[in-house]
């Protein structure tokens, strides 16, 4: 056994809604008396790609003693309950998989936004701040506090009648931009579906679409695989409490930050 990243599952969040048993292309997952569970643990890659296809937050990537994935015997294992359609979209999952990771990096388990990579050029050429040196100080555009969903108090006067931004961890780092372009005059919930505990989140969004009259939120998340769980939350969370008179966009953004798509969803 080898430390590694692996799918781990709150059976108390599991609606039993069999999302993640598609969005596993490696077949590691299954329904058992209405829950989702690991099968073995050498057929989860740990890549998680099937975080963002949970509706409740109940998957997560965690590192442990774990078995080490097996891809011969997992493409074994896909061939018998899925046939050959399944094992030609399980290893064209690996290939995008593999299309993220650098060439430096090391071949483990885990999420593509675990994975090193080499930025643009121009980007590794700029010199760093000379210490000492006084800094050019942008201004801030946040108008509240706290800021991480999870300290949030649904009834916070700073979320009435604005619009509000439902943002990824690492998205405000990635861009320069996002202060002034997503932050500016709006609310704003900072959370990430991978490494927050996110048990009470689609709960406490629900109440606050619903009790502050927000005319439009916008989910800013990363393109990694794992950071759709932001999404799936706020759509539970609309599902759960289905707000009037709201509209929702999900941004996308590349490691590089870069815009690649935005969705209306609601």
């Not at 509706?55 to 046939?83: C, N, S, Y």
Request: hydrophobic fraction near 40%.
């Amino acid at each position: 056994m080898a430390t590694r990243k692996i799918i781990s599952i709150n059976e108390d969040l599991c609606n039993g809604c069999g999302n993640c048993i598609t969005g596993c292309a490696e077949g590691a997952l299954q329904l058992v008396n209405g829950k989702a569970k690991l099968v073995k643990e050498t057929y989860c890659d740990g890549f998680g790609d099937c975080i963002g296809t949970c509706p409740t937050g109940a998957l997560k990537i965690i590192e442990k003693e774990a078995d080490e994935f097996d891809f011969d015997r997992t493409i074994e294992h896909v061939e018998q309950i899925r046939g050959a359609a399944g094992t030609e979209a399980m290893r064209e999952a690996h290939k995008q998989h593999e299309a993220k990771i650098s060439a430096a990096a090391p071949r483990q388990g885990g999420c593509p936004g675990t994975r090193m990579r080499m930025m643009k050029q121009e980007q590794q050429q700029a010199k760093a701040v000379a210490e000492g040196a006084m800094p050019v100080v942008m201004k801030s555009e946040i108008s509240q506090w706290p800021l991480q969903l999870h300290l949030l108090q649904p009834q916070a006067p700073f979320l009435k009648d604005r619009e509000l931004v439902v943002l990824s961890t690492c998205s405000p780092v990635t861009s320069p931009d996002v202060q002034w372009r997503y932050i500016r005059g709006r609310s704003v919930a900072i959370a990430c579906p991978k490494l927050d505990r996110t048990e009470g989140y689609v709960e406490k969004l629900a109440e606050i679409f619903t009790s502050n009259n927000i005319p439009r939120v916008i989910i800013l998340r990363m393109e990694v695989p794992c950071c759709g769980g932001l999404t799936a939350m706020v759509k539970a969370a609309l599902e759960l409490g289905k707000p009037q008179n709201m509209v929702v966009d999900e941004v996308v953004m590349s490691l590089e930050g870069e815009i690649t798509r935005t969705n209306r969803i609601y």
